[in-house]
């Protein structure tokens, strides 16, 4: 088991209160896994994110631990935590195109972060440099400044250096959607050919595509309000979905082949509570259109068939 | 209705305008009433430049856009507010086309300024509830609102609405969906549907080709700035001629296929040539299906 979360509760501090972004969220991941985490925004999938790696300023670790290899990560010490990135935890941010610093060539950048963490540059360079090939780029990307670069090449050096030193665990946070088709097809198969060359051990990629999820990743995990609403290995989520959420958001997703006058897609309606008051019982009641009397009290978690678990009265 | 003839256009980049990029090269399409067409392509395609000189945002090298007949390229200012009256355009991020120190409904005032000076209030705030309805947005809950208190999509939807006071005959919608989110973007989506029911032209920029698949009735698909393919959606989705769109297709990713399944090897394409010289000719291989010359 490399990643053990349990009740996981990360707070936003603001004026008028704590918005509970991420409210007992608890799940594993198992060594070389890929688990896609989908959600719309503002569900808590960035967060979740991040607080595996760096709580910012407004983030407050609440309650419950994360347990990576072993070893708890003290989520809310920004200090102990900074030994651990890059090493065993690493991200790939949202905006990956603009993580790059501007005013540094790619390789004096990586050599600075490599001094940072007490390592040689020159150690490093031939692992740098091949796995730079791997992702169809030459070693003279070395010496180019990041506005020299396109948009889906600063996405590949950044991912290679988010890996290399080898972390068990990296979050990949919305690193398609900046991209068109053909870019995002070859960064999520990169992200497969890292998980299977060994260079991270299991990873977690956020997005709001589905249908980009289900092409990489072993398991899905559907979050919504704060909470995961359904897990279940990829094959199963899409073609038998159990919580009327997932069910709605696969329902929205157009398809090549179906076209407007034959059959109306539909969009869900209403929007996600506020998490600054969530609601009590199930967060998704006042959307859903199975909603009884019996989802104003907290839904279990039930497990439908091994590895697929669900948390809604009706899962049954 | 709107007809692009061999449309050109190239910008001025690097210091003081010193090169020439060419980012369309000899584009004709057309848009009847009531049609969606989308344009598709990767970014640095030329399509959003389309989108641009279609709204005369940006000045044409060569070639002609007409409306209804009609050259309405390089004109002046008057000639120009009578044809934004006519064709208007929503683009990609909803949050950064209002300014968020205005409330949001300002979109609508500022129309009646220029166009509807005239209008008494009482019967302009009637025209603007219509307009809402017509997009499903419930007046109550959009009106008197800053634009963080809205959703992505009804932000989307109000600049719909802003578009139709004017009477419009053409949309130019650039991405308009590729920033909201799944539970909300099919909304936006089949606002676009109603319209086109309406009989309004739509341009629809697009790089999401099973969107495209969707909602319109012919697809255009561009490459270097050029046309590789064009044709009515069925045909070109289901039988795509040209080797860019056979790439394009097998790259989208959709619930009933995984690309691990499929041993299909992205096929070679042709590098960026010289980008001044006449595009690949197109050869119509199938009724209103015509595709580039290509190796």
């Not at chain 1, 409210?23 to 569900?43: H, K, Q, T």
């Not at chain 2, 064709?87 to 949001?104: L, T």
């Given at each position: 088991?490399?990643?053990?979360?349990?009740?996981?509760?990360?707070?936003y501090?603001?004026?008028?209160?704590?918005?509970?972004?991420l409210?007992?969220?608890?799940?594993?991941?198992?060594?070389?896994?890929?688990?896609?985490?989908?959600?719309e925004?503002?569900?808590?999938?960035?967060?979740?994110?991040?607080?595996?790696?760096?709580?910012?300023?407004?983030?407050?670790?609440?309650?419950?631990?994360?347990?990576?290899?072993?070893?708890?990560?003290?989520?809310?010490?920004?200090?102990?935590?900074?030994?651990?990135?890059?090493?065993?935890?690493?991200?790939?941010?949202?905006?990956?195109?603009?993580?790059?610093?501007?005013?540094?060539?790619?390789?004096?950048?990586?050599?600075?972060?490599?001094?940072?963490?007490?390592?040689?540059?020159?150690?490093?360079?031939?692992?740098?440099?091949?796995?730079?090939?791997?992702?169809?780029?030459?070693?003279?990307?070395?010496?180019?400044?990041?506005?020299?670069?396109?948009?889906?090449?600063?996405?590949?050096?950044?991912?290679?250096?988010?890996?290399?030193?080898?972390?068990?665990?990296?979050?990949?946070?919305?690193?398609?959607?900046?991209?068109?088709?053909?870019?995002?097809?070859?960064?999520?198969?990169?992200?497969?050919?890292?998980?299977?060359?060994?260079?991270?051990?299991?990873?977690?990629?956020?997005?709001?595509?589905?249908?980009?999820?289900?092409?990489?990743?072993?398991?899905?995990?559907?979050?919504?309000?704060?909470?995961?609403?359904?897990?279940?290995?990829?094959?199963?989520?899409?073609?038998?979905p159990?919580?009327?959420?997932?069910?709605?958001?696969?329902?929205?997703?157009?398809?090549?082949?179906?076209?407007?006058?034959?059959?109306?897609?539909?969009?869900?309606?209403?929007?996600?509570?506020?998490?600054?008051?969530?609601?009590?019982?199930?967060?998704?009641?006042?959307?859903c259109?199975?909603?009884?009397?019996?989802?104003?009290?907290?839904?279990?978690?039930?497990?439908?068939?091994?590895?697929?678990?669900?948390?809604?009265?009706?899962?049954? | 209705?709107?007809?692009?003839?061999?449309?050109?256009?190239?910008?001025?980049?690097?210091?003081?305008?010193?090169?020439?990029?060419?980012a369309?090269?000899?584009?004709?399409?057309?848009?009847?009433p009531?049609?969606?067409?989308?344009?598709?392509?990767?970014?640095?395609?030329?399509?959003?430049?389309?989108?641009?000189?279609?709204?005369?945002?940006?000045?044409?090298?060569?070639?002609?856009?007409?409306?209804?007949?009609?050259?309405?390229?390089?004109r002046?200012?008057?000639?120009?507010?009578?044809?934004?009256?006519?064709?208007?355009?929503?683009?990609?991020?909803?949050?950064?086309?209002?300014?968020?120190?205005?409330?949001?409904?300002?979109?609508?005032?500022?129309?009646?300024?220029?166009?509807?000076?005239?209008?008494?209030r009482?019967?302009?705030?009637?025209?603007?509830?219509?307009?809402?309805?017509?997009?499903?947005?419930?007046?109550?809950?959009?009106?008197?609102?800053?634009?963080?208190?809205?959703?992505?999509?009804?932000l989307?939807?109000?600049?719909?609405?802003?578009?139709?006071?004017?009477?419009?005959?053409?949309?130019?919608?650039?991405?308009?969906?590729?920033?909201?989110?799944?539970?909300?973007?099919?909304?936006?989506?089949?606002?676009?549907?109603?319209?086109?029911?309406r009989?309004?032209?739509v341009?629809?920029?697009?790089?999401?080709?099973?969107?495209?698949?969707?909602?319109?009735?012919?697809?255009?698909?561009?490459?270097h700035?050029?046309v590789?393919?064009?044709?009515?959606?069925?045909?070109?989705?289901?039988?795509?001629?040209?080797?860019?769109?056979?790439?394009?297709?097998?790259?989208?990713?959709?619930?009933?296929?995984?690309?691990?399944?499929?041993?299909?090897?992205?096929?070679?394409?042709?590098?960026?040539?010289?980008?001044?010289?006449?595009?690949?000719?197109?050869?119509?291989?199938?009724?209103?299906?015509?595709?580039?010359?290509?190796?």
């Amino acid at each position: 088991m490399t990643l053990e979360v349990a009740d996981l509760k990360v707070h936003y501090r603001t004026l008028k209160g704590d918005v509970r972004a991420l409210d007992g969220v608890s799940f594993s991941l198992a060594d070389g896994e890929i688990v896609g985490l989908a959600g719309e925004s503002g569900c808590g999938k960035t967060t979740l994110g991040k607080s595996l790696i760096r709580l910012d300023g407004r983030m407050r670790h609440v309650g419950g631990t994360a347990v990576l290899d072993g070893d708890e990560l003290p989520i809310g010490d920004d200090r102990a935590m900074n030994a651990r990135r890059w090493k065993e935890v690493s991200i790939i941010p949202q905006y990956s195109m603009s993580a790059l610093n501007p005013t540094r060539k790619i390789g004096k950048m990586t050599s600075e972060l490599l001094r940072a963490r007490g390592k040689s540059y020159r150690v490093f360079k031939d692992e740098l440099v091949s796995r730079l090939e791997l992702v169809g780029l030459g070693e003279k990307v070395l010496d180019n400044y990041p506005i020299e670069l396109s948009g889906g090449m600063k996405q590949r050096v950044v991912m290679v250096l988010s890996t290399l030193l080898d972390p068990s665990l990296l979050i990949a946070d919305e690193v398609t959607s900046a991209l068109d088709v053909t870019n995002q097809k070859a960064v999520a198969e990169t992200l497969v050919r890292f998980r299977d060359m060994g260079f991270v051990k299991s990873m977690i990629v956020v997005t709001h595509d589905l249908s980009l999820v289900y092409q990489i990743a072993d398991t899905i995990m559907v979050m919504y309000a704060g909470r995961i609403v359904e897990k279940a290995p990829a094959e199963t989520i899409i073609k038998s979905p159990k919580h009327p959420y997932t069910k709605a958001l696969i329902g929205a997703l157009p398809e090549v082949g179906l076209e407007y006058g034959d059959e109306r897609l539909q969009s869900i309606p209403g929007k996600p509570p506020h998490l600054l008051h969530p609601p009590t019982g199930c967060r998704f009641r006042d959307r859903c259109p199975l909603a009884s009397e019996e989802c104003e009290a907290e839904p279990p978690v039930v497990q439908v068939e091994a590895g697929h678990e669900v948390a809604c009265w009706k899962a049954n | 209705m709107l007809e692009l003839k061999h449309v050109w256009k190239s910008y001025r980049v690097g210091a003081l305008g010193s090169k020439r990029l060419t980012a369309v090269r000899d584009v004709s399409i057309d848009i009847a009433p009531g049609e969606v067409l989308s344009v598709v392509g990767e970014s640095g395609s030329g399509k959003t430049t389309i989108g641009k000189m279609v709204l005369q945002l940006t000045s044409v090298t060569k070639g002609q856009i007409l409306l209804d007949g009609e050259d309405v390229t390089a004109r002046g200012h008057a000639a120009r507010k009578a044809y934004y009256r006519r064709v208007q355009g929503v683009f990609q991020d909803p949050f950064s086309s209002y300014n968020p120190i205005f409330k949001a409904d300002r979109i609508f005032e500022t129309v009646r300024e220029s166009y509807f000076a005239d209008v008494k209030r009482a019967e302009w705030t009637a025209r603007v509830e219509d307009v809402l309805q017509g997009v499903r947005l419930d007046p109550g809950s959009v009106l008197g609102k800053y634009p963080h208190q809205l959703s992505g999509g009804q932000l989307q939807r109000m600049l719909i609405a802003r578009a139709l006071l004017l009477d419009i005959k053409v949309l130019v919608a650039d991405e308009i969906i590729s920033m909201l989110d799944a539970s909300t973007r099919i909304d936006v989506l089949n606002l676009l549907g109603e319209l086109k029911e309406r009989g309004l032209g739509v341009l629809f920029i697009t790089h999401d080709l099973s969107l495209a698949n969707y909602i319109s009735e012919r697809v255009v698909i561009m490459r270097h700035g050029a046309v590789v393919e064009s044709g009515t959606t069925g045909k070109v989705f289901t039988d795509p001629r040209h080797p860019y769109s056979r790439n394009l297709l097998a790259s989208v990713p959709q619930l009933h296929r995984k690309w691990s399944d499929s041993e299909a090897v992205p096929e070679k394409l042709e590098a960026d040539g010289d980008r001044d010289l006449d595009p690949a000719p197109l050869t119509e291989v199938d009724e209103g299906h015509w595709v580039a010359a290509h190796p």
